[in-house]
């Protein structure tokens, strides 16, 4: 990258995706290059095809920086905060929207600080125990549908559609607004998946092993999470059995 050495910009960082922010280094006030120089080595940032240029650290934007991106129809932008921060949240910003995504059926919970995603056959309980865990003070993220997306080589990141938010569907009682009931704690806006809890019937004399010997996971995205499987039987007690899992 080109370096612009005046009193206000001294240099140029990539922000993900080629974005360019202008960052300050020093104000001694010292005469810089002469504007020519400046406008050149400004052409030469915006030849280069960025998708954006910002201005950061509450800089003025220089008329050769205009000139440069008028002429090449670069958009720019400017900041008033520092360029390390406007870096990290295009980062977190661009890695939600460009990241890996996929959706999944199942009750995607807060327990405990931990995103749980339930799973399970139709009719296995999924809908009545996250009923119950949000009773006990946990938050629903999702119902029905979740979308995850991997932001970081090893996190994925659940939400819901907006048009499902709040809403929990219980058979024989339908939709439910969890916000309405429970308050606006008993919802969440999005968690960090963690853990799979499968739920399924216990089969007629088929024993469920007491002691897994080996650990299970289950690969979503490219990532391999935690995944435990909890039989559905009359008498026991699903919400308890989840808080010990987490």
Do not use: W
Not at 97 to 117: C, E, I, R
């Amino acid at each position: 990258m080109p370096t612009v050495q005046t009193s206000l910009v001294t240099s140029t960082s990539s922000t993900p995706n080629g974005f360019k922010s202008l960052v300050r280094r020093n104000r001694n006030g010292r005469c810089g290059p002469a504007p020519s120089a400046v406008q050149s080595v400004f052409e030469d940032l915006c030849q280069a095809a960025p998708p954006a240029i910002i201005v950061a650290d509450n800089l003025p934007v220089l008329d050769e920086l205009r000139d440069a991106c008028e002429k090449t129809g670069t958009p720019l932008f400017s900041s008033t905060h520092s360029c390390s921060v406007v870096i990290d949240q295009l980062r977190h910003y661009l890695a939600r929207k460009l990241g890996t995504s996929t959706n999944l059926h199942g009750v995607f919970m807060d327990v405990l600080g931990m995103g749980v995603m339930i799973t399970g056959d139709s009719g296995s309980g999924k809908s009545e125990l996250a009923l119950e865990l949000i009773s006990r003070g946990h938050g629903l993220v999702a119902d029905d549908v979740v979308e995850l997306t991997r932001v970081a080589p090893n996190v994925i990141f659940g939400s819901c559609p907006g048009i499902l938010r709040d809403f929990l569907e219980v058979r024989g009682l339908g939709l439910l607004n969890i916000r309405t009931i429970f308050g606006e704690t008993a919802s969440r806006r999005k968690m960090r998946l963690k853990l799979i809890v499968h739920l399924h019937r216990q089969q007629p004399g088929v024993d469920t092993p007491r002691l897994p010997f080996e650990a299970q996971t289950q690969e979503v995205l490219g990532v391999n999470i935690r995944k435990v499987n909890i039989p559905v039987a009359a008498g026991r007690n699903l919400a308890v059995l989840l808080e010990a899992a987490v």
